[in-house]
T-cell receptor, first 115, second 111 residues
Framework: DTGVSQDPRHKITKRGQNVTFRCDPI?????LYWYRQTLGQGPEFLTY????????KSRLLSDRFSAERPKGSFSTLEIQRTEQGDSAMYLC?????????????FGEGSRLTVL | SQQGEEDPQALSIQEGENATMNCSYK?????LQWYRQNSGRGLVHLIL?????REKHSGRLRVTLDTSKKSSSLLITASRAADTASYFC???????????FGQGTRLTINP
């Protein structure tokens, strides 16, 4: 299958621990997005990459959050010193588009629970 | 911040009926998209309508766009139990490279 894959699907951690999520986009897609979604809400934009360049970061992305896409392929999202408010679904999406944002292909998400 | 506001927040209808969901947004857009999300899963793209289009069809889906009112509607005809999901509108604005999602409408189709 060549869809977007995310790992792990579920992560339970204690407050203060660091967590890292991985996203493998569709191989020919040059854009990769991270969104966060809490229960009953729509996805909120966190950051996006064009190839390996991180082109935009939301104000939601505090200093504890860092994302990378080192070779323009997979991406990682790390959260340091997790807080209970970080509990959410972290969604990755990719697209192949120039100009404006086109159709996004989403992974199944990584659900984070911070105890 | 979220650009789109869906209405209603929740909708429950009988199988076979039509479901209509509305989306309002605040700023000018390049295009508007609708996505579906089953509980606990990722989002799936349904349809994209450009700012210069007024109506678009895809199977049982009909989307309208009124840029003067900054609003869109998604109509699902002849609903099925499998249509039970949350539906989100998403917009991208000129110069932006990201989609901004609304809060969604939770649709329940009762058999």
């Amino acid at each position: 299958d060549t869809g977007v894959s995310q790992d792990p699907r579920h992560k339970i951690t204690k407050r203060g621990q660091n967590v890292t999520f991985r996203c493998d986009p569709i191989s020919e897609h040059n854009r990769l997005y991270w969104y966060r979604q809490t229960l009953g809400q729509g996805p909120e934009f966190l950051t996006y990459f064009q190839n390996e360049a991180q082109l935009e970061k939301s104000r939601l992305l505090s200093d504890r959050f860092s994302a990378e896409r080192p070779k323009g392929s997979f991406s990682t999202l790390e959260i340091q010193r997790t807080e209970q408010g970080d509990s959410a679904m972290y969604l990755c999406a990719s697209s192949l588009r120039g100009g404006s944002a086109g159709e996004l292909f989403f992974g199944e998400g990584s659900r984070l629970t911070v105890l | 911040s979220q650009q789109g506001e869906e209405d209603p927040q929740a909708l429950s209808i009988q199988e076979g009926e039509n479901a209509t969901m509305n989306c309002s947004y605040k700023t000018s857009i390049n295009n508007l998209q609708w996505y579906r999300q089953n509980s606990g899963r990722g989002l799936v793209h349904l349809i994209l309508i450009r700012s210069n289009e007024r109506e678009k069809h895809s199977g049982r889906l009909r989307v309208t766009l009124d840029t003067s009112k900054k609003s869109s509607s998604l109509l699902i005809t002849a609903s099925r139990a499998a249509d039970t999901a949350s539906y989100f509108c998403a917009t991208d604005t000129p110069g932006a490279q990201k989609l901004v999602f609304g809060q969604g409408t939770r649709l329940t189709i009762n058999p």
